[in-house]
């Protein structure tokens, strides 16, 4: 089951809450952050909000404290650990950042699954606070996805489009996402490859206003419990298929040498 890649959305699929919005709540600053949001992109206000937590005498040990408490399905971590353990290789794409991603994970026991974590960079400044930059710096260029529904931080998309690349084989996606920013890789996978929207959030109702549009399989969840069921059977479903297509093929390779073999002589006594 080595050409399986399962790739996760983070916030509302592995996690049962936006990050961004858990820290700022949790810290007491939902008020300023609301004031702010209609003034600058997602990415550069969460950059300021750190800032403020700063300032206002917040330590990363503050912050690290509130994501351990984060919200989440225990049947998802089993579901990571389950896939993992069959063979299948595990990465994130998320609109999120690197530290809460990683401070998350590294509580939950479930860093060490994932091979690849795309998402915008978080780390302390010399001062101790947390800086928030952008995954593609919209400054300097646009990132160029036409689609209008990706930040002009990332386009998830174009991150499909790099991990397809670079897969090997007959290697196959299975794909786990619930917001608008997951719609655009939806469109980029293969007919060979899974989607997994989690139901009745935008993704899913994006996906649903026309799923001619979309060569991908498409399987819906609701919830950690949901999620674990169905991306287990896909894993399945693709072991099934793949083991089939191994025998198929060795018994066509089989066929061909029988056909290829020369015709005993009979030898005269």
């Known amino acids: 089951m080595a050409g ?14 936006d990050s961004d919005n858990w ?6 600053f939902t008020d300023l952050f609301n004031q702010l949001l209609p003034t ?12 403020e937590i700063h300032a206002q005498g917040k330590t990363i040990d503050d912050i690290a404290e509130v994501l351990k408490r984060t919200p989440i399905h225990p049947k998802i971590v089993a579901a990571v650990k389950s896939a993992h353990a069959l063979g299948c290789e595990l990465r994130i794409v998320s609109d999120a950042n690197m530290f809460f991603i990683e401070t998350i994970l590294e509580h939950l026991g479930l860093r060490e ?28 260029c ?33 794909y ?16 060979s490859d899974y989607m997994m929207p989690r139901k009745n959030f935008p993704v899913w109702d ?13 399987h819906e969840w609701s919830d950690g419990e949901d999620l674990e069921r169905v991306l287990l059977q896909l894993i399945n479903t693709v072991s099934v298929d793949a083991q089939l297509f191994s025998v ?6 089989l066929s061909a040498c029988n056909h290829s073999l020369p015709k005993s002589l009979h030898v005269p006594q």
């Open 4 to 17: 399986i890649v399962v790739v996760f959305d983070f916030d509302k699929t592995i996690i049962d809450c």
């Open 23 to 28: 820290v700022v709540d949790e810290l007491g």
């Open 40 to 51: 600058m992109p997602w990415n550069s206000l969460m950059d300021t909000m750190m800032g």
């Open 113 to 140: 699954y994932f091979s690849e974590i795309n998402t915008n960079p978080g780390f302390l400044n010399e001062q101790g606070r947390l800086r928030i930059f952008p995954y593609h710096d919209f400054t300097k």
């Open 142 to 174: 646009s990132h160029g996805c036409n689609l209008n529904l990706c930040p002009p931080n990332m386009c998830k998309g174009m991150i499909i489009e790099r991990i397809q690349a670079s897969l090997e084989g007959r290697k196959k996606m299975i």
């Open 176 to 191: 786990l996402g619930d917001g608008v920013g997951d719609y655009c890789p939806t469109l980029r996978l293969a007919k």
């Open 206 to 218: 994006l996906i649903c206003r026309n799923p001619m549009l979309i060569e991908a399989e498409i």
């Open 248 to 253: 198929d093929c060795k018994l066509q390779s």
